[in-house]
């Protein structure tokens, strides 16, 4: 479609079922797994066991004792002889490694044979990037197939520990997440604060996008005159922000050398459900005085987007066609097309090709 074109478009008739397999989730921040902790998540409706043992080892399961069903991440590390740690379910003791083999079934006398190393739960690969934790969930659960990519990492990880970590469930499928997250048109009505920006404040935006690795971004940019919370950075703040499939999101900021990150994830929990995180680094000064109020500012945008996502559930229970603008709803439509992209290509094993070309896209905010 021509630049300035606006013709209007429907969503897939597809949209808001099913995910993306054959890639990476976020799932936790390092900091949520110390040594000898083991937490019970969902992750695409699956309940997963992601955990890290005594030893430091980072490792996922499926949350199921194959024996009688119960969760394994209510039991707790067993030292074996050649000294692995195991995970022992809490309700008959059987033991398994991190690679999903069991390593013990304590019920079994001597004189019964059996392999127990052939039982199996699923293992999950995990891997830890940036003070992040991801895990790759493959499209076929029978097999053992090895992440065929690392996981993502982010410019701007700077100053230590994140300044601000936020968390909220959204009561939608990650699609509706996804779009709700990068609709450039929203603001002006569901985040009106006097620090921002008012509805009286609109005019119009022209921006220039790129394709980027299972994604696009807004090329940086000076942020936008009617958006106040920039100015407490002072300077001259320069804005890029990148979307990557399956629900990453991050604005890249820098003031002269000063960095900002604001990094969203989308975890889908399960069809109904999805996981908010929103984390920021910073070694500008202003998050030494100014944190609790950016903190502050921050929650009140997650939760006016989440009470905007419980609202627009009262219209998507009817099921109704979706009706997609350009350019505002360009966005939503490459999402589409890249999560198109990204199924043909794992199936049909061969590399993605990313469908965003380079354009402007210009609309009111």
Request: hydrophobic content about 40%; glycine content about 8%; proline content about 7%.
């Amino acid at each position: 479609m021509a630049e300035g074109d606006s013709k209007p478009g429907r969503a897939d008739s597809k949209f808001g079922q099913g995910f993306l397999t054959d890639i990476w989730y976020f799932a936790a921040l390092s900091s949520d797994l110390p040594r000898g902790r083991m937490k019970r998540h969902e992750l695409l409706g699956e309940p997963v066991l992601l955990g890290r043992s005594n030893g430091g080892e980072l490792f996922a399961l499926r949350d199921i004792c194959p024996h009688r069903a119960s969760p394994l991440s209510a039991g707790h590390f067993h030292r074996e002889a050649d000294g692995a740690e195991t995970v022992e379910c809490p309700y008959h003791g059987w033991r398994f490694r991190a690679d999903g083999a069991c390593a013990a079934i304590p019920s079994l006398v001597d004189d019964q044979a059996m392999d127990v190393s052939r039982i199996r739960v699923r293992r999950y690969p995990v891997a830890e990037s940036q003070g992040l934790v991801f895990v790759w969930v493959a499209g076929d659960a029978r097999a053992a197939a090895e992440p065929s990519e690392p996981p993502p990492t982010f410019p701007g990880v700077v100053g230590g520990g994140p300044k601000l970590v936020d968390r909220m469930d959204f009561a939608a499928h990650i699609d509706h997440a996804v779009v709700g997250l990068m609709d450039p048109a929203h603001g002006p009505y569901v985040h009106q604060q006097w620090w921002w920006r008012s509805k009286a404040s609109q005019h119009e935006k022209a921006k220039r996008f790129e394709p980027r690795e299972a994604g696009f971004a807004m090329v940086r940019h000076e942020p936008s005159k009617n958006s106040r919370a920039y100015a407490i950075l002072g300077g001259e703040p320069l804005t890029e922000i990148t979307f990557r499939i399956p629900g990453l999101r991050w604005e890249h900021v820098t003031v002269g050398k000063r960095q900002v990150l604001s990094l969203t994830c989308l975890t889908p929990v399960n069809d109904r459900t999805t996981r908010i995180t929103q984390i920021v680094w910073s070694d500008h000064p202003a998050f030494l005085f100014l944190r609790p109020f950016i903190k502050a500012g921050a929650r009140a945008f997650l939760r006016q987007d989440g009470d905007m996502v419980n609202l627009q559930n009262e219209g998507l229970k009817y099921d109704p066609s979706l009706l997609w603008i350009d350019d505002a709803d360009r966005q939503a439509k490459w999402y589409q097309q890249l999560k198109r992209e990204w199924t043909a290509s794992r199936r049909e094993g061969r590399p993605f090709a990313n469908p965003v070309e380079p354009v402007t896209l210009r609309w009111r905010s």
